[in-house]
């Protein structure tokens, strides 16, 4: 890609809860795939459309590989981000698919419904401690937050839950300098630990499972990473749903009325769950002609799961919250290949949460204006909300 000096900038749109940013909108008007400048400084294609994201998620010629990661160009400074890149599309697919592979049966319908009760008690614990104390209350810090992390921790088998929360926050915040490799994570030494001792003493859980499965712990650690680093969004997704509702009365008393409707109004909160950019980066390993333009082999492609949630062409009155709204195919959990192996689990908690909340605080309510939701987190890897507080 030639360097071109004036290019729309990444990271510089203010986030919004509930519509898309104007920089957004205006880049997804201006063209499906355009030209854009990212945080760290690069050239990228930004997919800004829902058809052409469907399209390139189904193209088997965008990978999470670059022949030459050191000069590739960058979404982020992240190392984390970085690690992800394998050098070539073989071992990039090899390593998707056995995680695919490996993963997907833990997340079958047989054992989400064995679970969904064990969320359903996770949320009613946090909803008791919530009603004792009385209003008001940050349903983030007290409400989403803990829930979604426990329920993970539930599936993984974690007992050092302490630990492994601060250092699941950890990689967020680490510089370039300060990491080499998965060595320069505490995160992946913690989890070393963790399968050894699962490795010895076996349990009924995810990461038991995967020992069982895999012989070699770096897969293994791998994947306990992949699963924790994409259980992120969750909480945020489920905050963002709470916010919605306690801003539209007539939304909120719909569902609390008809139980029926919390199938509508999670897929409603999922494709609303975006705040900002959500941006996963890939590359083309070949040239692709779309939308009038030619994306060179090496080009980064950003797609973008936020514009496209807000694309009028296949959602009537995008910045609608409707939570009758059908069909409602939103692009929150990715598409074809990259779909979220974890929806099952993100649908049940975000329907356990709304269920019981709406049957406990029927008059929930933001103490705020919905504007004024404090997203200061949201370009951090899996941040987002930083506090939501209500009352009822
Ligand atoms: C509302 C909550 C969630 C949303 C919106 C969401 C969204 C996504 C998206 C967009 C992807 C595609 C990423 C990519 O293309 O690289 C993805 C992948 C993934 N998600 Fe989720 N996710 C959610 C919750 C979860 C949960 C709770 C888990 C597991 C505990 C999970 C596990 C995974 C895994 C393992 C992948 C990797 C799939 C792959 O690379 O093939 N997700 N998720």
């Known amino acids: 890609m030639t360097t071109t000096p004036d290019l729309p900038a990444l990271g510089s749109a203010c986030p ?16 499906p795939v355009c030209r854009v400048r990212t945080p760290a400084g690069d050239e990228a294609w930004l997919v800004t459309r829902h058809a052409e994201l469907k ?3 189904l193209d088997d010629r965008i990978t999470k590989a670059h022949p030459d990661p050191d000069t590739m160009p960058r979404y982020l400074d992240s190392p984390l ?10 071992t990039a697919k090899r390593i998707h698919n056995r995680m695919r592979e490996m993963l997907t049966p833990h997340f079958s319908a047989r054992r989400m419904a064995a679970l969904r009760p064990r969320v359903a008690e996770r949320v009613g614990a946090a909803l008791d401690a919530i009603v004792h104390e009385g209003p008001p209350a940050d349903l983030h810090a007290q409400l989403t937050v803990p829930v979604s992390f426990h329920v993970l921790c539930d599936l993984l088998g974690m007992a050092d839950r302490e630990t492994f929360m601060a250092l699941l926050a950890a990689p967020t915040t ?11 994570f505490p995160l992946f030494g913690f989890l070393a630990d963790v399968v050894a001792t699962k490795r010895a003493l076996p349990a009924d859980d995810l990461i038991t499972a995967l020992c069982e499965s895999e012989r070699d712990d770096h897969e293994v650690i791998a994947m306990i990473a992949t699963v924790s680093f994409s259980y992120l969004v969750t909480p945020h997704n489920m905050s963002v749903g709470i916010a919605l509702l306690a801003n539209d009365p007539v939304q909120r008393d719909l569902v609390a009325a008809d139980p029926d409707l919390l199938r509508t109004a999670v897929e409603e909160v999922l494709r609303m769950g975006k705040t900002g950019e959500s941006l ?3 590359y083309a390993r070949e040239d692709i002609d779309i939308a009038g333009v030619t994306i060179r082999a090496g080009d980064l492609v950003l797609c973008d799961h936020y514009s496209a949630s807000y694309d009028d062409r296949v959602f009537t009155d995008p910045d609608r919250f409707d939570v009758t709204r059908s069909p409602n195919p939103h692009p929150a959990f990715s598409h074809g290949s990259w779909y979220c192996v974890g929806a099952p689990l993100a649908r049940i908690e975000l329907t356990e949460v709304y269920r019981a909340l709406l049957a406990r605080l029927p008059g929930l309510r933001l ?3 919905l504007s004024e939701i404090n997203l200061a987190a949201t370009n951090q890897l899996g941040g987002g909300i930083g506090e939501l507080p209500v009352t009822w």
């Open 174 to 184: 680490v510089g370039s300098e300060a990491a080499d490799g998965a060595e320069g």
């Open 55 to 57: 399209q390139l998620l």
């Open 16 to 31: 919004h809860v509930g519509r898309l940013s104007d920089m957004m909108r205006g880049l997804q008007e201006t063209a």
């Open 280 to 282: 996963l980066p890939r």
């Open 81 to 90: 981000l970085d690690m992800t890149v394998q050098r070539d599309h073989a």
């Open 367 to 369: 103490e705020i204006p």
